[in-house]
Each structure stands twice: as C-alpha cells, then as structure tokens.
C-alpha cells in the first residue's frame, strides 16, 4: 500500500483546499485519472493518479486543508498484495465461520440487514460522499440542505436536481400544514426569529489572496483616477468587418484584443505606465515587453491572467489568447505562468453593465483601467449637428508616486486616439 503525498503545485504554496474527491475509498483507479480537485491560493488544480491500483484511504475530507508533501490518500498498486493476505485471509476464512455460527443462532429479525434498493442514498454514501452532479451539490447548498437527507433516484443513489426539487415540496407542504395550527404557527415565528443567523463559510483560495493583496494595494500605493469617454463608433463598425474573417479562422473576435493592441502601441509614448517600482521604492522597472492583464469574473473568485508580449502579436493572436485565457480563468484552471509576470491591466466592467468604476492597482503594476459599457449617446459633429454615437466610458488608476496627472492624461489620449481612429494602428505595426 502506498501514500500518495501531495506534491509541489505552485511557488511558494504550501497548503490548499480540498474542492471535490472524484473518487472514494475502494474505487478502481487507473493511471492518469483525475482524482481530486484542489484550491490553491491562485487557482483550481486537479490531481492525477500516478498509477493504477485502488483507493484504501481519503485522509483529507472534501472541504478541509491538505499540506504539501503530507498524504492526501493511499491506494493499493494494481498487482501487488499486501504482506500477510494468506494469514489474514486464513484468520478471515475462521472469523467468517465463527460469525455465520454466531448469525444461525440470533433471531431472524436481528440478522435482517436493512435495505440499500435504489432511491437511498447509501449505495454511493462512501466516505460520506453521495453521488450528485456538481450542479445538484450547489442546488443543495443554495437551500441549506444536506445531501444525505435526499433519497436519490439515479443509479447508485445518485441525487438528481428532481430529487431535490421534490425533497423541497415536501418540506413545504409539510411546513404549511403545520402552520395552519395557530399555535404551530406562533412558535414557528418565535423560532425564526431566534434563529435567523447568517451563513459562514471560510475565506480561503482565490478570494482570500484577492482580499489580502486588495487591502496591500490600496493601503499602500496612493492611487490617482483619471476618467475619460471614447468614441468607439468607428472601432466597432471596424470590429464588424473583421468578425467574418476571424471566425473563418475559428476565433471570436471581441473589443478587448483591440483594446490591448491600442494599449501596447500607447505604452511605446508613455513607457513609464508600463514599468514597476521595486520593493524597497528607490528603483523604476521598465520593462521593453507589454503583458497586458485583464480581470476575469471566475467561479472561485476575480483572476487577472495577462497576455504576454502584446506588442509583438496580432489581432487574431491578442483573440485566441484571450480566448484561452478566459476559458480558463472562468474553469478556474489557470496556468500559474499565466498569472505571472503582468505590467498593465484593464477590467471591462463594462461587460457586466456598469459604466463607472474606480479601480485598485494590480500591485505591482503602475496603472489598471475600468472599462465602462458602451452606450448609445447624442453629440455634436464639427458642424454642430447631433448624431448617433457609441460612447465607452473608462476610468484609469495610476501609482502616483511615480505617475502624475499629466502622464496619465498624455498616455490615456494617445490610447484614446488609436480606439476613436482604430485604422492609424496600422502605421504602428511592424
């Protein structure tokens, strides 16, 4: 029998969290299948079985922290046997004899063992694990409801959404039928108001690293906003021609490849935005690459991967990265190499319908923009008459011991300038 250890999964991390087993104790396992999904302070991670055998032991219960190189689980290498199975399996030959000897002799109605036909959950039940997809769990969880008080109708006791939706109008039927009771009714709002205390769940994973480094960042680096409009009329009927071409290629174009393209092309008159001050705060960084960061909304929590070298790439290259990059981020599944090494970084709140923002510095970048929804405004032409146009609004924030008013306002414009007149990028591109 061996002890699977849980080994080395980022830089500097030494713990994590058990997100969801994928496998229970006396399962077959072959090697290379996934069996658990783990949290790190940076991303989800899912681990693999080494080799083939069968799974004797969980040592770390879903939802618990398992250190790095402590046993995470112990599993039985597929043809081999653990020393002494011939005594052991003499010694079980004679307790089972000496048991069923034991069994004749009780009553009949003590030997009946209880019933496990389907519609129980403890077909699956091993290691307190029922079987239920992850949509049903976070259904349950919405619910305050425990999965082992749900007789499940799939295979193996497997809890299916309808299960759960019947398990609820039960328990309401049962509960209004008691309510119509006066006095029912009276301790019912007694006790709900005595018990009305809010969920707890611990912080841990990626909101826990975003919490600690948010506070760092905005406690220690004065921040300096800067909120402008862009017209981006032009860029989006550009977009529009170009959608065509770039799904012929299989890629889905969207504004933010643009954004970022137009942001590197900024950098190269206002290199300062780009670079970092160092640790001790007597040293500027600047840095001749642009990894441009953009925060993406993920189930286990916000994630800014960045794309690298944006200056160096094309459209169709800027869009496939951040295809990837968002898949990936919203899966929670991103490469630590993504997350490194980022010098700027947007936050298209937009997409999510806000329009205004005051954004916190991506520590230790010098500068974060939030992009506003696009809408659909009046404004005046050179001639002074009023016309349709697609205005963005966008917020920047910059590190203002380095930057000043006037360096963000020159970097913002020349960025501006290649968004309100998307076709002047091209006299940029090498």
Request: a negative charge; hydrophobic letters at 40%; glycine letters at 8%.
């Amino acid at each position: 029998m061996s002890d699977f250890l849980l080994p080395d999964i980022g830089e500097g991390i030494v713990e994590c969290e058990v997100v969801e087993w994928r496998v229970a104790e006396g399962d077959q396992i072959e090697e290379d299948q996934p069996i658990v999904e783990v949290m790190t302070d940076k991303a989800l991670v899912e681990i693999t079985a080494p080799e083939a055998g069968v799974v004797t032991k969980l040592y770390v219960a879903q939802g618990q922290i398992a250190k790095v190189h402590a046993p995470l689980y112990a599993y039985q290498v597929e043809g081999e046997s653990p020393a002494g199975d011939q005594a052991n399996n003499k010694n079980s030959e004679a307790e089972s004899e000496a048991a069923q000897s034991a069994a004749s002799e009780r009553p009949k109605a003590q030997t009946a063992e209880p019933s496990t036909s389907k519609g129980t959950p403890a077909a699956g039940a091993l290691y307190n694990k029922v079987p239920a997809s992850p949509a049903v769990r976070r259904l349950v969880r919405e619910h305050s409801l425990q999965l082992t008080e749900i007789a499940g109708s799939g295979k193996d006791g497997r809890v299916l959404k309808e299960d759960v939706l019947a398990h609820l109008d039960q328990a309401s039927s049962s509960s209004q039928t008691a309510l119509n009771n006066p006095a029912v009714k009276k301790t019912a709002v007694k006790n709900q108001a005595e018990t009305q205390a809010p969920r707890v769940e611990p912080l841990r994973g990626v909101r826990a690293v975003m919490a600690k480094r948010m506070v760092e960042a905005a406690s220690t680096i004065p921040h300096f906003h800067y909120g402008e409009e862009i017209d981006v009329t032009a860029l989006l009927a550009l977009r529009e021609r170009l959608k065509p071409v770039a799904e012929a290629q299989g890629e889905r174009l969207t504004l933010m490849p643009f954004f970022m393209k137009a942001m590197a092309l900024a950098v190269a008159e206002e290199p300062i935005v780009n670079a970092q001050l160092n640790a001790a705060g007597n040293e500027l960084h600047y840095y001749p690459h642009c990894n441009i960061g953009m925060a993406v909304d993920s189930k286990a929590g916000l994630m800014v991967p960045n794309v690298k070298n944006v200056e160096r790439l094309t459209l169709l290259e800027i869009a496939r990265e951040v295809g990837r990059l968002t898949t990936s981020a919203r899966e929670g599944r991103v490469d630590q190499a993504d997350l490194k090494g980022g010098t700027i970084s947007i936050s298209n709140i937009g997409a999510l319908g806000g329009t205004y923002a005051a954004p916190i510095i991506n520590a230790p970048e010098a500068a974060i923009v939030a992009i506003g929804k696009t809408q659909w405004l009046p404004r005046f032409d050179e001639q002074g008459a009023v016309q349709r146009r697609a205005i963005m609004t966008i917020t920047w924030a910059g590190d203002h011991r380095f930057i000043d008013g006037g360096t963000i306002a020159r970097f913002c414009n020349a960025w501006k300038g290649f968004l309100e007149a998307p076709e002047t990028m091209l006299l940029h591109l090498g």
